[in-house]
């Protein structure tokens, strides 16, 4: 396998309150190459999104962090907050959780869009243009131009969150981090956002750290998963080793859950089923 592209070694990510000090992420290590998709999946509050966060080295102030994170061979975790500014348009692209997190609200579309182009890629105003405009194309937004002049609060949450994953897409960059992608998306959108993902990965030779709830989503687009609980990996190996043979009481649930959706779905006719009452094996 090719050297890793990312690597993060030993995280911790602590939080002192009122009960002592507690790790949200408690001593995680993985690796993430070239032209590889690692889904990172767990349980709500297990430590996902403060391990995207870390790497692209935008945690909280309250965070206190310690372990290593190599992009590229640099230790990101000594470098300056300028140097990490330009790691982080040249090297790593994010996709938000929430979109509002990377959305100026008081900047257009358009400038949000080529202000990367420009200072990282050095391209001209009218080329810039181009490119995000062909990247919202990519992501299924109609009227492109003018969704450009406009600003964020003018669009809806799943506009929103395309135009963040278009901007993020249109760097191309070596590492992209996307923390639930597509899951206010529906799902027509959801699959060409994924077939984005796979060609950045097959074009470019990206890594990308997929963070998902999505077993079906996993299945289909990534290489390597690792699961989180309470901070920590507890399981992690090829996408076909982990699902054909889940080891943790957390990953036989989802595969559970994700089957008996299956089986709802194809006894109502491919109707949604009722989330009011979920199957037993979601059940906890
Ligand atoms: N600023 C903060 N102060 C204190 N605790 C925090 C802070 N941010 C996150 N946490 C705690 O850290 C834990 C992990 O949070 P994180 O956002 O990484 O979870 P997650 O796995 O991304 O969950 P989800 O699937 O819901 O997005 C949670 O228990 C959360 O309460
Ligand atoms: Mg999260």
New binding site residues.
Partial sequence: MAAPFLSVSDLSVR?DTDAGSFA?VDGISFELARGEILALV?E????????SLSVMRLL?P??AMTGTIRIDGTDVTTLSRRAMQDVRGARIGMIF?EPMTSLNPVLSIARQMTEGLRRHRGMGKTDAEMRAIAALVDVGIPDPEGVMRQYPHQLSGGMRQRVMIAAALTLEPGVLIAD?PTTALDVTVQAQVLDLLVDLKTRLGSGILLIT?DIGVVAETADRVAV?RRGKIVESGSVAEVLENPAHSYTRGLMAAHLTLDRVMEKRGGRPPRLTAPPEEIRS
Avoid at 45 to 51: A, E, F, I, V
């Fill in positions: 939080f949200a767990g709500s509050g297990s430590g996902k999104s403060l391990t909280p309250a965070a959780q639930e709830h989180m």
